[in-house]
Each structure stands twice: as structure tokens, then as C-alpha cells.
């Protein structure tokens, strides 16, 4: 059975650890994951970009894959199925297609605009015993074709969301998603305390989590964070290892084209990478 969000990040607050979001992109990352969580009996939430859910056909072939897959892995630990960075059309698409959370990415509109949608979808997500996050300056780098320019949001914008009753916020603090370039400035601390203060102590959420050092990862959380994405990395690491098992020439010897070897070493350190981040996220046994 699915979860909603809202619990496992309220846990998260109170007990100063991060709960990973990891994307998923198929059925062997959605499985590689959830064994590693497992595992480390961490919660986890599965975020899902519209452009990773059309590739799988549809949310709600998604919704049903990673159901069937808690249920027939024997998953014990809270499991939540979100909706990353939707579009309005999106959120309802996905309060149809049974996911337990959505995050409305108004970022884009002015902020009366973001308010208004934002609202509405609050209201349909709780009615339908889902959680939300809402987004505040845009996060940089490019999601999906989706391009900001990182952001630091505005602690009176990010007040008038958090008012809203989203249950986590995504407020951008210097981040970007994918691999952050030779010469960015680091996350920007100061505005973060100064978001926290003005978000009431919601759950806050770090996009981008690829290549953020450590020990800013360790602070993000000590000053609020509650929820880390991470896409790019896992997405890396399974690149890399199918590429030296080609590179080997392993999937011309004996069987080892079939996809269930082929595709074996990257399954493995998307696991590995899992474990390593929930390691660093403090969120191990705490599912
Ligand atoms: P990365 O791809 O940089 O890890 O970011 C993931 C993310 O924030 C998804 O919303």
C-alpha cells in the first residue's frame, strides 16, 4: 500500500534526518530502489516527472506498477508515489490515477497565479488523502526541457504558500538539477533560515541533490530540510555501469545480452547509490 508524504516528513523534521526522493525512470529503477530501502529500512517517496510518466506510458500504468510492486516485493517500509514538478493538468492526472502525493510546480507564474492554483489543488489533494508540495523560486539547471535559473525564493512568497497548507515546500536556495557547473556559489544558507522562519517550520524540500557536497547536505537538513531529490545521480551510475559491461564485451559472451544481465550492473549501483544517500540522510531505520 502507498503512503502519502506527510508523515514520513514530519517524522524527518522532528528527528533532523532527510528522506530521500529518488526518481524513477522504469520498472528496473523502481525495483532497484525499493530493494535498497528495504534494506536499510528507510521510508522513501518515488517521484515521477511527467516526462518519466508519459515515457512509461501514463501514470496510471505507473501507479499500477509500483503498487503490485510493494505488494509482491513484501515491502515493509513507507512507500509514497509522487508526482514531480506537475503542471495543474498534471496534479489532477494524477489524483485520478491513484498516487499518494503531488507536487505542484507553479514556480513559473506570478505568485497571485501560483497562490490560486495552488490553493485549489491543496484542497483536492486532501480531500482525496494525498499530500502536497508547493514551489517557490525557481529551482535551476533543466528538469524534463524545463529550464530555471536557480533562484533564491522570496521569504514573503514563500510565506503565502506555506499559508496555503501544503504540506512540504520547495523554496530554491541556489539549487539546480543535474550536474551543477564548475563555478557555482554553493547553497545559500542565509535564505534558508530566512524561508524556514517564514514557512511556519513546514518540511522543506531540496531539489537538485545531485553533486551537493556532504556536508552542505548535512546543514540543508540541520536548518529544515526534510526532503532531498535525487535523479541525475542514479541515472549516472546505471550509465556507467552498463557501459563497462559493454565496454567488457560481457554481453557477447554467452548470454549476456539478455536484458535481465544486460541490464544487471546498472540495477545494482542504483541500489548502491541509494544506500549510500540514505546513509548520508541519517534515514536508515527509520521506516
Ligand atoms: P537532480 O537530478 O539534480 O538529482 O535533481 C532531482 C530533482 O530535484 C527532481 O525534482
Redesign the pocket.
Known amino acids: 500500500m502507498l503512503v502519502n508524504a506527510t508523515e514520513m516528513l514530519l517524522k524527518a523534521r522532528d528527528g533532523h534526518y532527510g528522506v530521500p526522493?529518488f526518481?524513477i525512470n522504469n520498472l528496473e529503477w523502481t525495483k532497484s530502489i525499493l530493494q535498497a530501502c528495504e534494506e536499510m529500512k528507510s521510508p522513501v517517496i518515488l517521484?515521477v516527472s511527467e516526462g518519466a510518466g508519459k515515457y512509461m506510458t501514463g501514470y496510471k500504468t505507473v501507479a499500477a506498477m509500483v503498487k503490485a510492486m510493494v505488494e509482491e516485493m513484501g515491502i515493509t517500509v513507507p512507500v509514497a508515489l509522487h508526482l514531480?514538478?506537475g503542471s495543474y493538468e498534471g496534479c489532477k492526472a494524477c489524483v485520478e490515477a491513484g498516487f499518494s502525493s503531488i507536487m505542484f510546480d507553479g514556480s513559473h507564474y506570478p505568485i497571485e497565479e501560483n497562490v490560486a492554483k495552488t490553493k485549489e489543488l491543496v484542497a483536492l489533494a486532501h480531500a482525496n488523502g494525498m499530500s502536497i508540495e508547493a514551489e517557490v523560486g525557481s529551482?535551476g539547471?533543466v528538469?524534463d526541457g524545463v529550464v530555471g535559473s536557480g533562484e533564491i525564493a522570496d521569504p514573503e512568497e514563500c510565506a503565502k504558500i506555506a499559508a496555503l497548507g501544503v504540506d512540504f515546500l520547495a523554496a530554491g536556495i541556489g539549487n539546480i538539477?543535474?550536474v551543477y557547473p564548475e563555478n557555482w556559489k554553493g547553497l545559500d544558507f542565509a535564505a534558508r533560515g530566512r524561508g524556514h522562519k517564514a514557512t511556519n517550520n513546514i518540511p522543506l524540500v531540496l531539489?537538485?541533490?545531485?553533486?551537493i557536497p556532504d556536508e552542505m547536505i548535512a546543514k540543508a537538513i540541520s536548518l529544515g530540510v526534510s526532503k532531498i531529490?535525487?535523479?541525475?545521480?542514479c541515472q549516472l551510475v546505471f550509465a556507467e555501469a552498463t557501459r563497462k559491461y559493454i565496454e567488457a564485451g560481457k554481453d557477447q559472451q554467452g548470454k549476456g545480452f539478455d536484458p535481465r544481465k544486460l541490464l544487471a550492473p546498472g540495477a545494482k549501483a542504483i541500489s548502491a547509490k541509494c544506500v549510500e544517500k540514505i546513509n548520508l540522510f541519517g534515514c536508515a531505520g527509520k521506516g
Open positions: 526522493q526518481n517521484g514531480d514538478h529551482i539547471g528538469e538539477h543535474g531539489h537538485g541533490g545531485t553533486g531529490n535525487i535523479n541525475t545521480e
